[in-house]
């Protein structure tokens, strides 16, 4: 049976998630979970910034006599880019890390440019070979599962983790943040870091093999954490992070340019929230978006419902990436439409690693408390 349409009374998330769940104020699951994050991630009170200092003490004396302190990944975005601004005034020396996966607009590469010469960063651009990308990401079109940013997002997590372990650099500091960031469904995403699905994915559906791709299987990821002892540290939960004030300092003190959406710094991204998310599995992520902004505090209720009466994607742009996603991927508008007809899949569909990291959960859980500063 169709279950009613509900929205939260408290933020936006609504039950175009169909694992939402209310209580009897119709508050939401997302914003119980929302709480009980910030309670224990964010680090605002005086220990958490005691904790703060001890970290970049400890990060400022392992790095001592080497040439980088620590790794961060930038992708051009907002939270990365003020992470990396902010460990720049903590007095950190950290390798920017890029990646190019070929879907960047201009814009970002002009700011990521800008952005490392006026905060006098060394910058390591990771270009993946594009005709393997290029089938990978067709391959998961052609899963019909939503998240198609999953190699992408394994490719960077793989990349800096495998760097971190070459260069002996203990700390990867990371622009992912609880204000922000914080909700997602998980039946909207699936966790990048399980190599098994994409594997699998591939093998299904791809045609060309993965030779260069970067990859991290369990033994690998297993190897960097309790091993090289590699440690991820979201360095915007130890301070008040808004991000409309974090807009402003960029632009000011960076000449940052904002690309008009959240992860709108790639082409793709922008199509997959704009056009595939919302026309074929009806996901609008600007709800969790806006939703975390509420229950931080950046935004009112009344202004994200507002904001979403706006068009997600200006129509003409819309027509220009569609052309161009297409042309890029090497696919006619045809197949581009069959994909798009084709029924809806999640990862457990796919084999997985689901049913270890249940099963094994304590493992999972003291892998991820090894492996950040929470
Ligand atoms: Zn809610």
Redesign the pocket.
């Known amino acids: 049976m169709e279950r009613q349409y509900q929205i ?1 009374t ?2 936006i ?1 609504d039950t175009t998630d169909p694992e939402i769940q209310f209580d009897e104020n119709g ?2 699951s ?2 119980r979970k929302y709480d009980e994050r910030a309670k224990k991630e964010l680090h605002l009170d005086e220990a958490g910034q005691q904790k703060l200092n001890r970290i970049i003490n400890e990060i400022k004396e392992k790095g001592k006599n080497k040439e980088y302190d620590c790794l961060m990944g930038v992708s051009g975005g907002v939270d990365s880019t003020f992470a990396l601004f902010k460990a720049r005034e903590f007095g950190l020396r950290p390798l920017a890390i890029h990646l190019d996966n070929g879907w960047n607009t201009e814009l970002s590469v002009k700011n990521i440019e800008m952005l490392v010469k006026k905060l006098n960063v060394n910058l390591f651009t990771y270009v993946l070979d594009w005709e393997e990308f290029r089938d990978l990401h067709l391959s998961f079109l052609k899963s019909s599962i939503a998240n198609s940013e999953i190699p992408t997002d394994h490719a960077i997590t793989a990349i800096l983790f495998r760097m971190a372990a070459e260069k002996g650099i203990q700390y990867i500091i990371s622009g992912s943040n609880i204000v922000t960031e914080a909700i997602m469904p998980s039946s909207w995403v699936y966790d990048a870091t399980d190599w098994k699905p994409i594997k699998n994915i591939h093998k299904t559906f791809g045609k060309i093999k993965l030779k260069s791709f970067p990859k991290l299987n369990i033994f690998e990821l297993a190897y960097v954490i309790f091993v090289k002892r590699i440690k991820y540290i979201s360095l915007l939960n130890y301070f008040p992070y808004n991000k409309k004030e974090a807009i402003q300092v960029l632009q000011k003190e960076l000449g940052w340019k904002y690309y008009g959406g959240k992860h709108y710094e790639s082409i793709y991204t922008r199509f997959l929230q704009g056009y595939i998310l919302p026309r074929k599995y009806n996901i609008d992520k600007r709800k969790a978006h806006f ?1 975390t902004l509420i229950c931080s505090g950046q935004m009112t209720r009344k202004e994200a419902l507002e904001e979403m009466k706006r068009d997600i994607y200006p129509p003409t742009i819309m027509q220009e990436d569609k052309g161009y996603v297409i042309k890029k991927l090497g696919l006619t508008e045809e197949e581009f439409e069959k994909i798009m007809s084709q029924p809806i899949k999640t990862f457990r569909d796919y084999p997985n690693n689901s049913f270890f990291f249940n099963k094994f959960s304590f493992l999972v859980k003291l892998a991820k408390k090894k492996a950040t500063y929470n």
């Open positions: 939260c408290r933020c998330m508050v939401c997302h914003c939703s």
